[in-house]
């Protein structure tokens, strides 16, 4: 594949999961299931490597994983880990009273009716699966090739964007434009260190497990919300 079009491609597939979003959120009916089926996308470097790159299914499940080298790290990452979840919490229970609690509880009572049981089921998509997913796409992926053929702040800064617009979608009219703004710069500020976690340790075990951190805190905080703890 030519670079120009491997480039298109790549930018288009950055762009095709908030299409779907807004799409479906206009069609389909208003629940958890329907709103994630833009996550098929993340599927999509398989596709990519065995049509473009020519890989087995096993080399393009696998690829971009070495548990040697997340066995080797594991410390460092903790360490890691526990600092961005930290941040996480602490700008939570700093800002909690710039926030509309009831705006958010709202918005995302219409998407799921929240309760222990369904709570803790999506809790333990995101943390386990979702995490997988994000960093099999952003970084094993998306990262991992625009690094390869554009400039390296040209591939930090585009998939750092994008994976903050991704989140935007989500939560664009939970703020007010201030603290919309906080949100994602914090996001875009995440979304470069784990691009960086990928380019040091080329292992997507390693960036998975620092996302899992940040998803528990992401969690912790929905029960916060809904006053489950």
Known sequence: MKQKNKILLLLSLIIFPPIIIVLSR?????NYFFSSLYKLVFLSPIIFAMWSEKKSLRQSLFQNFSFATFKKNIWRLTLLGIFLSGIYLTSFF???NLLDISTITTKLNSLININLTNLIFIGLYI???NSLLEEY???GFLFAK???????WQAYLITGI?????HVMFYYNWFNLGFF???TFGLTVYALIMNYVFKKYQDLFSCWYVHIFADIAQIFIAFKIFEII
């Open 146 to 152: 625009l690094d390869k053929i554009l400039k390296p």
């Open 162 to 166: 994008a994976f903050s617009f991704h």
């Open 94 to 96: 700093v800002f909690k």
């Open 127 to 129: 943390i386990i699966f």
């Open 137 to 139: 796409f952003w970084r």
């Open 26 to 30: 206009q069609i389909l009916p208003n």
């Open 181 to 183: 703004v906080l949100v």
